[in-house]
């Protein structure tokens, strides 16, 4: 079973295929996004510290997130999966369906929403502009 940190529903919901941390980041990634598409019914832990998506990232040293910021990034982090949790009413370490949880957050957070909780990401702007990827659209609806 897949462990996804909260927040990260959101990149799931809003992907792309712009910027990446590294390559092994994005390969990493992009097979997990892939795989979630393809099998939308597979159930998903969801956590609120470093998971499946993290462990590929330059930035998680001992699993924590240490991607340097004007925020303390970790405890950043924490409060995004905390806000991406409460307006989608899912509590942490609790398992969901991938369908489930995309059709939440592409539901219940709006770009207002997205403004405040990814305040600091340098793919905000992509995620306003490009909104709820077309794959997602596709098994949400
Ligand atoms: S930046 Fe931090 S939260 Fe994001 S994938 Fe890397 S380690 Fe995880």
């Known amino acids: 079973m897949k462990k996804i940190r909260a927040h990260h529903l959101i990149c799931f919901s809003r992907h792309h295929d712009t910027g990446w941390y590294s390559k092994d980041y994005e390969k990493n990634f992009k097979a997990i996004f892939k795989d979630i ?9 969801i956590k609120r510290d470093c998971e ?15 991607k340097p910021s004007k925020y303390k990034i970790n405890h950043w982090v924490k409060v995004m999966d905390n806000k991406t949790l409460r307006l989608i009413k899912i509590k942490p370490d609790t398992i969901h369906t ?20 990814c305040k600091g990401c340098e793919y905000l702007p992509n995620c306003l502009r490009l909104g709820i990827n077309k794959s997602v659209k596709k098994i949400i609806k």
């Open 52 to 66: 499946d998506i993290c462990k590929k990232c330059p930035y998680v040293k001992n699993k924590t997130c240490n």
């Open 37 to 45: 598409i393809k099998n939308p019914n597979q159930k998903i832990k």
């Open 98 to 117: 991938a369908k489930e949880l995309l059709k939440l957050v592409s539901s219940k957070i709006t770009n207002k929403d997205l403004r405040n909780i």
